[in-house]
T-cell receptor, first 114, second 115 residues
Framework: AQSVSQHNHHVILSEAASLELGCNYS??????LFWYVQYPGQHLQLLLK??????LVKGIKGFEAEFIKSKFSFNLRKPSVQWSDTAEYFC????????????FGSGTRLSIRP | DGGITQSPKYLFRKEGQNVTLSCEQN?????MYWYRQDPGQGLRLIYY???????QKGDIAEGYSVSREKKESFPLTVTSAQKNPTAFYLC??????????????FGPGTRLTVL
């Protein structure tokens, strides 16, 4: 069965620090990968997604993620975080053969100190 | 404005009672989903529907039921058989056609508390 692991439950950074949030998935076939973000009091929304092509994907607000197939990973990065990046971040995966079923990770809460 | 609405925002229920959570979308999306969000567990899929009058169980369907009589609406009933119903419930939908790469659009959620 597919699964998604986000090992960092809570990350605390100062403004301007670099960010990397880990995401590993278990599935042997072709996958689609997503990062969603939930800002305090707001709807869950898509940050970026990968389905084919360049493994380095750029999303909104300066975020990017790299798909490393050999490591089954899709880590989220941002070179310099801002206080407004405080949110909960969810990695998600769907298989190409069963695209309607998206599996979410447990989430990583990011707190940015001003 | 296009979007997904969920009502009510907060819901309280006594043990042993069924309760129905509303989800409506005006995005013309074919597929709709219900997730449950618990602290430290992320989102878990309860039910999903790819087309009107059709729906499939997700990973944690026991104690829940759904209907999809209209494209715009996908109500979720939490029955008394659900052992631990207190949670945050999120409804989502995707673009027509259900492409594998489609983005899911989420509603604001309903927080259900069983007293």
């Amino acid at each position: 069965a597919q699964s998604v692991s986000q090992h960092n439950h809570h990350v605390i950074l100062s403004e301007a620090a670099s960010l990397e949030l880990g995401c590993n998935y278990s599935y042997g076939g072709t996958v689609n990968l997503f990062w969603y973000v939930q800002y305090p009091g707001q709807h869950l929304q898509l940050l970026l997604k990968y389905f084919s092509g360049d493994p380095l994907v750029k999303g909104i607000k300066g975020f990017e993620a790299e798909f490393i197939k050999s490591k089954f990973s899709f880590n989220l990065r941002k070179p310099s975080v801002q206080w407004s990046d405080t949110a909960e971040y969810f990695c998600a995966v769907s298989s190409f053969s069963s695209a309607s079923k998206i599996i979410f990770g447990s989430g990583t809460r990011l707190s940015i100190r001003p | 404005d296009g979007g997904i609405t969920q009502s009510p925002k907060y819901l309280f229920r006594k043990e042993g009672q069924n309760v129905t959570l509303s989800c409506e979308q005006n995005l013309n999306h074919d597929a709709m989903y219900w997730y449950r969000q618990d602290p430290g567990q992320g989102l878990r899929l309860i039910y999903y529907s790819q087309i009107v009058n059709d729906f499939q169980k997700g990973d944690i369907a026991e104690g829940y039921s759904v209907s999809r009589e209209k494209k715009e609406s996908f109500p979720l009933t939490v029955t008394s058989a659900q052992k631990n119903p207190t949670a945050f419930y999120l409804c989502a939908s995707t673009h027509p056609g259900g492409s594998p790469t489609d983005t899911q659009y989420f509603g604001p959620g309903t927080r259900l508390t069983v007293l």
